[in-house]
């Protein structure tokens, strides 16, 4: 029905969600470990455009009740356009129960509070923010143009003005070299933000981005294997305190093993049901039935 422009990409928690990109690409786009829009020229498209396509969905869906603003830069979008189109959603879907979109750390925090709180007035009430590590030395490694404390305040920021947060963070990311040093901090970070959700998937270089990864990364990478997985996973949920309610799903396509509790109740049983899967390796998901 909308004539997208591929690729197109949502978190999988918007998969019944209707989509409008009101961006193209990502403003940024120099983040080693990413593909998803090294194809594409970062634009902001036209309110006419964007008027359009929410007319022609509301004519064919306009019981929609999940939106998603795509692609990867909705938020660097000024203010006054997002909220007019955050208006005419609204206008056109009286049903909505949510809008979100991603969120870079640095856009995050280039919104004022009040930006961000006239922001959730209008219909915009969760952000994804790919926090991948909260290592300095990594993000450093992966170009990810954030630091462990812009992480930690960019979600505070965007918390306080009442929105809902879920975070991702990247197994592997820091290699056999740097994996303590990635999972401690990326817990300290889980820890301090205390996202509403976290979500756990593990690293996989696509072929078009594996040599950019290998050469900022600027020394030899050593991938981990699926034992060394399933012990960051462990690290990681023992280092974590969030101090309060957090959702947490490793159960990504990408993962060997799938986890899933919510902290703090259900810490002590996922960190059991890691101690179970080490003693049944036979359970570890095929890597021919991983989704990346």
């Known amino acids: 029905m909308l004539d997208y422009d591929y690729p197109l990409y949502r978190p999988p928690s918007e998969a019944k969600s209707l989509i409008f990109q009101v ?5 940024f786009n120099k983040c080693s470990y990413c593909n998803m829009y090294r194809s594409k020229e970062y634009s902001e498209r036209p309110w006419e455009e964007i008027k359009m ?25 000024s203010t006054e356009r997002m909220i007019q189109v955050l208006d005419y959603l609204r206008e056109k879907f009286p049903n909505f129960e949510r809008i979100s979109c991603y969120a870079m750390p640095q856009n995050i925090m280039k919104k004022s509070p009040e930006d961000l709180k006239k922001l959730y007035a209008a219909g915009l009430t969760m952000f994804y923010i790919g926090i991948e590590s909260g290592s300095d030395t990594i993000l450093k490694k992966v170009t990810k143009g954030a630091t462990g404390q812009t992480i930690i305040r960019s979600c505070q920021k965007a918390k306080d003005a009442g929105f809902t947060i879920s975070c991702m963070v990247i197994l592997g990311l820091g290699g056999k070299t740097y994996s303590k040093d990635h999972i401690e901090e990326t817990a300290k970070v889980l820890s301090a933000s205390a996202p ?3 979500g756990a998937l593990t690293l996989h270089l696509e072929d078009g981005i594996r040599d950019e990864f290998l050469t900022k990364f600027k020394e030899p990478f050593l991938p981990i294997d699926d034992s060394e997985a399933l ?5 990681l949920i023992s280092r974590m305190e969030p101090g309060t309610e957090v959702v947490f799903r490793a159960n990504h396509g990408s993962n060997a093993y799938p986890i899933g509790g919510t902290f703090p109740q259900d810490k002590q049983s996922m960190l059991q049901k890691i101690s179970y899967l080490r003693d049944h390796p036979e359970l570890c998901r095929p890597v021919g039935l991983r989704g990346f």
């Open 23 to 27: 961006t193209l690409g990502c403003s």
């Open 231 to 235: 012990g960051e996973l462990e690290l």
């Open 196 to 198: 509403h959700y976290v």
């Open 53 to 77: 396509e929410i007319d022609l969905a509301s004519k064919h869906m306009p019981n929609s009740t999940r939106i998603f603003l795509a692609d990867g830069d909705a938020l660097n979008l």
